[in-house]
Nanobody, 120 residues
Framework: QVQLVESGGGLVQPGGSLSLSCVASESIFSIDVMHWYRHVPGKERELVAFISSGGFTHYADSVKGRFTISRDKHTVSLQMNKLKPEDTAVYYC????????????????WGQGTQVTVSS
């Protein structure tokens, strides 16, 4: 079963930086869009950023100018700079428009989540 495996995260002081990475656990043919979401208990899940296979990117207003999403085929990274306490959340990567083999559509994929805590 194909899964997304995340790494990175942890504790950082305000103003600091962290990098998250996410890779598909098995070889698949293609992924259209890869996303980063975040979730704080008691709040709705928030789309942080996404990047298409063609390199189009989109960011939430709350992270524009501070976060950068990048992608190398089936690996997606999120560079987070100038972190704020309100960035504290569990961050999830997700993949949509998955083709397991040419013409064989697969389900959307989700990572297990990684905690990011911004605190002094």
């Amino acid at each position: 079963q194909v899964q997304l495996v995340e790494s990175g995260g942890g504790l950082v002081q305000p103003g600091g930086s962290l990098s998250l990475s996410c890779v598909a656990s098995e070889s698949i043919f293609s992924i259209d869009v890869m996303h980063w979401y975040r979730h704080v208990p008691g709040k709705e899940r928030e789309l942080v950023a996404f990047i298409s296979s063609g390199g189009f990117t989109h960011y939430a207003d709350s992270v524009k100018g501070r976060f950068t999403i990048s992608r190398d085929k089936h690996t997606v990274s999120l560079q987070m700079n100038k972190l704020k306490p309100e960035d504290t959340a569990v961050y999830y990567c997700a993949a949509g428009g998955v083709e397991v083999t040419p013409g064989q559509a697969g389900e959307d994929l989700w990572g297990q989540g990684t905690q990011v805590t911004v605190s002094s």
